[in-house]
């Protein structure tokens, strides 16, 4: 391990120049941001935040976050109209755009660095009014915190993280965060203490102080707030996979682990995938993402309801105004009669209600081995397209978000996966049909 770890910790470190050039385009940033707050008395603070100003940044890819500070009095009416209009104007030069998070904040590129211009409250620790207000104390905490090769070790988690498709800390990923991954190396030391540690952790294990009690399936506890467990962002499937990957990686290290690698793909996976497309409205990622997760929960059930087992399933968007819900199936067609089972014979009144309501559309009824009356019933659709079309069309509020409602009604395309596909979409459900051998090892 030892070997290939050295190797990575090297290709981290970021050269003089590039550092060079990030601080140039941090300060371009940083002053068009204080030239606008000066004609906002609301504001009364500003400074770096995130994995910039916390050198933790990745050579390649490195957000400016510039965080403006509000009196704590100011109004969230206030707080958000003076926040984006600061954004704005600061990054006119540079075609700024709103992004959401529990506030919308202000985005913009400068020379393909991202900048967010983002707004929180100027607070004591623990009176948090937003979010974003504990930023700054993360900021400061890890300023102190992490020394000079921790700094370079929590670059090599992002880079392994990154590498297999769990960094990220946004709605469409639920993986894990840069500020995650400090923490982390903070706890453990080290990126091999971290991975160790990981590797063998348990049910319902600590990470960090605190008297609170989770029910996530690990906890990471924020260090600037007891009462906060990071974890909760991060989906258990992201949790699973960083456990069995750090196993695999101390089991056989290689260098393989911290670069993107081809997944082994089901030959027949398409054939029982269920895809429905349809074109969105612009709006924020953040939104957007959110509904077409939760429209994915809620087909599931109706899918399930339906006699369909689902057995995975999930939402991809392409950000610019086209979205697929992905279903996994363990078949597209089922039988077309099906067995509902109904009250055991002593209980008079709910016989009496289960033989009204089924007798005349039963194929057959008899009372089986445990004493329930079973009656046999044929299903409307037992194609799996025919199903979700007539759901759509006759009860789509029963399994849309009421934000994506209208979308759908403008139109909706429901295919199976191996038939007339884009690339792009094609490369969108591999994910669901596909195993990462790094994750699922043999010893």
């Known amino acids: 391990m030892k070997q290939v770890l050295s190797k990575i910790r090297k290709s981290v470190i970021i050269s003089e120049d590039v550092k060079k050039l990030k601080k140039q385009i941090a300060d371009e940033a940083y002053l068009l941001v204080e030239n606008q707050i000066k004609n906002h008395p609301e504001i009364i603070g ?14 390649e890819e490195a957000d400016i976050d510039i965080f403006i500070k509000f009196k704590k009095t100011i109004s969230e009416e206030k707080f958000i109209e003076i926040s984006k209009k600061v954004g704005f104007q600061s990054m006119k030069k540079y075609n700024p755009y709103v992004r959401y998070s529990e506030h919308p904040y202000v985005e913009a590129k400068i020379k393909k660095t991202k900048i967010n211009v983002v707004p929180c409250y100027d607070v004591n620790s623990g009176e948090w009014k937003s979010s974003a207000d504990r930023s700054p104390f993360h900021t400061k905490y890890m300023e102190k915190s992490l020394t000079h090769e921790m700094r370079n070790e929590v670059r090599m988690l992002k880079i392994f993280l990154k590498a297999n498709k769990i960094y990220g800390s946004e709605i469409a990923k639920q993986g894990f965060s840069g500020y995650v991954s400090e923490v982390l190396i903070l706890n453990f030391g080290n ?29 990471i506890i924020d260090p600037i707030d007891s009462n906060r467990n990071l974890a909760a962002a991060i989906s258990n499937e992201n949790i699973g996979k960083f456990i069995l990957l750090c196993r695999a990686f101390e089991n056989k290290p290689k260098l393989e682990f911290f670069t993107q690698k081809k997944l082994k793909i089901s030959k ?14 612009n709006r924020s990622p953040d939104i957007i993402w959110g509904q077409i997760k939760r429209a994915t ?26 979205a697929c819900l992905f279903f996994l199936l363990e078949s597209t067609k089922i039988p077309i009669n099906y067995s509902k089972s109904g009250p055991d014979f002593f209980r008079v009144s709910d016989c009496t209600s289960f033989i009204s309501k089924n007798i005349t559309k039963t194929e057959l009824m008899w009372i089986n081995d445990d004493g329930k009356i ?10 799996v397209v025919k199903f979700m079309t007539e759901l759509l069309k006759n009860n789509l509020q029963t ?4 934000g994506l409602q209208s979308d759908f009604r403008k139109g909706v395309e429901i295919t199976i996966g191996n038939k007339n596909l884009s690339k792009s979409i094609k490369e969108a459900v591999l994910d669901l049909i596909s195993t990462d051998d790094s994750i699922f090892h043999t010893n």
Not at 399 to 402: E, F, L, T
């Open 268 to 281: 027949n996976g398409l054939e029982n995938v269920l895809v429905i497309k349809f074109s969105f409205k």
């Open 374 to 383: 079973i009656a046999l019933e044929k299903r409307r659709h037992n194609e």
């Open 46 to 59: 500003l400074e770096f935040g995130g994995s910039y100003a916390k050198d933790t940044w990745l050579s």
């Open 191 to 219: 990126f091999e203490n971290t991975i160790r540690s990981i590797g063998k952790i348990q049910q319902g294990q600590i990470i960090g102080k605190t008297s609170k009690v989770f029910e996530t399936s690990i906890s």
């Open 399 to 402: 399994g849309i978000p009421k």
């Open 297 to 322: 929960s809620s087909l599931t059930t109706q899918l399930e309801l339906g006699g369909f087992n689902v057995l995975r399933s999930k939402a991809h968007s392409d950000n610019t105004g086209e």
